[in-house]
Every structure is written in structure tokens, then in C-alpha cells.
């Protein structure tokens, strides 16, 4: 290229001045290109969005705590890594929920209250043993798999966008929990009982990740119903389970109404942990 020539190379990232480490490669839509594009959703989508944002984004939250703690070093990477495409996907959706309310996706993430998240009680439970995070990485990466798999056909551009890129990255994330569930369930007895024990654990907070609400009614082929996904779910992870030599749990459902904004104990240590440091230093860039 010569001195006089227009770098054009960037131009469909959607600004010129991103960096190395914003570009991603090929024609990839990143939240930068949600905030400055011109759609804007209605409050009801928005809503929705939120709630898809604040699953990943404290998944991301728990998952990250993994690193330098786990088992080994591979699995340090593999559960930093899927941390990072947790927060991708949390960037994405609240980038998009934001613009309804003259927001960005750090006063989403920074500047709610724990009242105001819609995450499920699923994704902000305790990590447990390396066992009680396998099994929560198998209930959620084959939900997620499912749910974004039947969003690439969302009435919205943008929400089947995000899903386009996000089942690539939650494909992997299904098969690592599966391959990590078939090891330890047919493992020794010790890494069994632990895997028996994480899906006592766990499953109380299985029935909410399917509960239908008025929203999703509301929103049509925008949405998809939780409910809808249960059938392939519970074939999928009992399969799963069944090449394990592991059962499906029998204890009840807990009474979990994440979506409300009705949340364990948990989540409260998660934010302030999360947001110190936005609130410690207001409008601090870097």
C-alpha cells in the first residue's frame, strides 16, 4: 500500500481506530459494532437480551476464579478460556440491551443492583470442587448449545447474530464437560461420589433455566421458550449421564426465581467483588 492509499481493512469491524486486540477475525460482529449500530431494540427484546447477558457474564464471573486453581495447567487455559468466551457473549448481549435504555454494557454490568440481574441461581452457585463445576458446565453448556442453536433463527438480526458467533464457542464448551464428566464418572470411585454428589448439588436449579415467562410469549419468533428446549436437553444429558455411570439426581427443585431478581446469597459477593473497582474509580479508562 502506498502512502496515499485509504487502509480500508478495518472498515466492516464498523469503526477505524479498533485496536489489535478488539478486531476479531474474519467478519465476526463484536460489541463495539452493537453499540454503534444504528438498530436499537424495543424494552421487551432488550429485556430478553439482559437476561442471556447476565447468565454469561457471571458464569464468566465463576468460571474465572478457576485460573491458577485448577487440576492441572491444561485446564487452568481450558476454563480461562471459557471464561473469556462466557464474557464475550455477556458484552454482546448487554451491549445490545443497553441501547434501549441509553446505556453501555458497563453500566450494566458496574452500576445494577444485585436486585436488578436476571441471571438463573445455576450460574452464580458456588464452584465446589473441580467435580460440582464439571457438572454445572454440563447442565449449562448443553442449555446454552440448544438455546443458541434455535436463536440463529431469531426474528431479530442481532440476537441471531450474537448466536451465530456464540454456539461455535459453546460447542467446545459442551464437548469439554462432557469429555470431563465421562473421565470422572467412570473414573475411581472418589472422582464418582464427587460427580454424585455435585448433581445432588446442582440440580435443584435445573427447573428454572425452562420456566416460561410472559416475555417470551410477548416477543414470538424474537425468543425462544425455555420450555421448548427441556425435551433435548434432558435426552442429551441423560445419554451423557448413562455413559458415565452416573443418574440423573431425584431431589426436588429449589423455588429459584433469578429472573425476578430474586437471587441466593451468592450473587451479592459475586457483583462486589466484580464491581470495586468501577465504583472505587468512576469513568477510570484505560
Not at 94 to 122: C, M, N, P, Q, V
Amino acid at each position: 500500500m502506498s502512502a496515499h492509499e485509504t487502509d480500508h481493512s478495518l472498515d466492516s469491524f464498523g469503526d477505524t481506530s479498533a485496536s489489535a486486540t478488539r478486531v476479531t477475525p474474519g467478519n465476526a460482529l463484536r460489541p463495539e459494532d452493537i453499540a454503534i449500530a444504528q438498530d436499537q431494540p424495543s424494552e421487551q427484546v432488550a429485556e430478553y437480551a439482559l437476561r442471556l447477558g447476565d447468565d454469561a457474564l457471571i458464569l464468566a464471573q465463576r468460571l474465572s476464579h478457576w485460573i491458577s486453581r485448577g487440576p492441572e495447567i491444561e485446564e487452568d487455559i481450558a476454563l480461562g478460556n471459557i471464561a473469556l468466551d462466557q464474557l464475550g457473549h455477556a458484552r454482546s448481549f448487554l451491549s445490545y440491551a443497553a441501547k434501549a435504555w441509553g446505556k453501555t454494557e458497563d453500566d450494566l454490568a458496574y452500576w445494577r443492583e444485585e436486585e436488578d440481574f436476571r441471571s438463573l441461581h445455576i450460574v452464580e452457585q458456588p464452584n465446589g470442587d473441580f467435580g460440582v463445576t464439571i457438572v454445572r458446565q454440563l447442565i449449562i453448556s448443553i442449555y446454552q448449545h440448544l438455546l443458541y442453536t434455535a436463536l440463529l433463527d431469531s426474528a431479530d438480526p442481532t440476537i441471531a447474530a450474537i448466536s451465530a458467533k456464540a454456539v461455535k464457542e459453546v460447542d467446545y464448551h459442551r464437548d469439554h464437560a462432557i469429555a470431563w464428566t465421562l473421565r470422572l464418572g467412570i473414573g475411581t470411585e472418589e472422582s464418582a461420589r464427587r460427580m454424585r454428589h455435585a448433581l445432588e448439588v446442582l440440580w435443584p436449579y435445573v427447573g428454572e433455566m425452562f420456566e416460561d415467562e410472559e416475555l417470551h410469549a410477548a416477543l414470538g419468533d424474537v425468543a425462544v421458550a425455555p420450555s421448548s428446549l427441556r425435551a433435548a436437553w434432558e435426552e442429551e444429558i441423560t445419554a451423557v449421564l448413562k455413559d458415565a455411570e452416573l443418574e440423573l439426581p431425584t431431589v426436588p427443585f429449589a423455588m429459584a426465581r433469578g429472573r425476578r431478581g430474586e437471587h441466593s446469597e451468592h450473587l451479592g459477593f459475586i457483583l462486589a467483588e466484580m464491581q470495586v473497582l468501577a465504583r472505587k474509580h468512576p469513568g477510570a479508562t484505560w
